[in-house]
């Protein structure tokens, strides 16, 4: 996490008054120390500091100042999402096979640690039922307005409709989630945020708003066990190439791409009823 004593300022600017119930409702939610939330009607002018925008055009999250990086918005129907799912691979795509997902079988996923939802995106693509669960509230809240304008687009409602969010710390929540849902998780999809020694210009720019805002994860075994114990049939956890694998039990075996790492702990065969 960053450190605890550097209190981040985070900035939620309304294009429209309209829009105050949104920013309203995030700000009910308690925000991790290192974020210090305020309502603001300008941007503001200090270099550096986080803006959650709120407007006709969405949600997004971005950074005070000339230099700034590109802010960041959930969007499944154009760009990264779009391309990816037209032309990713289907289910020949190593995350497809990491979950199990293959002729006839499609289980439904767990994706505890839903981020901005791209990779639930594509699963949903490929037919699975999905059940997020995102901790952070700034995250939840990108993630849920991607969503909302997913099912509104005829070219992503139906893959959007197979995507529920529920907001909440995976950790100590998931048995909660899953009763509430009545969802039954046969895999366990879990990509915790990892401190990456990469240092390309691309990482730079696309994760540092991300990084700022979220830190790190610090419970990974935990959430491991608790995924373990919750998941019917395998747990997935997404790493990066040459990182370890979650201190605890050792997954049972590995799919290894260019960047990313998917470890493996099976429980029973998915095509076991």
């Known amino acids: 996490m960053p450190d605890s004593n550097l209190v981040t300022p985070l900035y939620i600017y309304l294009q429209q008054d309209r829009y105050r119930s949104q920013a309203e409702q995030l700000l009910s939610n308690p925000l991790p120390e290192h974020l210090s939330a305020e309502l603001v009607s300008e941007l503001p002018e ?20 000339k230099k700034a990086p590109k802010p960041i918005q959930v969007e499944f129907s154009s760009g990264k999402a779009a391309h990816r799912r037209q032309y990713g691979g289907g289910k ?3 995350i497809a096979k990491a979950v199990g997902l293959k002729s006839g079988i499609k289980p439904r996923v ?12 594509v699963l949903a693509g490929l037919g699975c039922d999905m059940l997020l669960m995102e901790r952070h509230p700034v995250v ?19 893959i959007a409709s197979r995507m529920r969010l529920v907001p909440g710390n995976s950790t100590d929540n998931m048995t909660q989630a899953i009763t509430a849902t009545g969802f039954s998780p046969q895999v366990i999809y879990l990509d915790p945020m990892f401190p990456s020694r990469e240092k390309s210009a ?24 608790v995924a373990l114990e919750l998941a019917s049939h395998r747990v997935v956890v997404k790493r990066p190439r040459k990182a370890p694998a979650i201190k605890g039990i050792a997954p049972t075996y590995a799919l290894e791409g260019k960047s990313s790492r998917y470890d493996i702990y099976t429980k029973r065969k998915l095509d076991d009823h």
């Open 110 to 121: 767990l994706d505890a640690t839903a981020g901005l939802g791209g990779d639930a995106f």
């Open 202 to 225: 691309s990482v730079k720019k696309e994760m540092k708003l991300f990084h700022q805002l979220v830190g790190f994860d610090t419970d990974d075994d935990q959430l491991l066990a």
């Open 92 to 94: 020949s795509q190593l």
């Open 46 to 65: 200090e270099a550096g500091a986080l803006i959650l925008q709120i407007g006709d055009q969405g949600i997004s999250l971005g950074e005070t100042g």
């Open 140 to 158: 939840a809240t990108l993630l849920r307005d991607g969503l909302s304008r997913a099912l509104s687009d005829p070219e992503t409602s139906e």
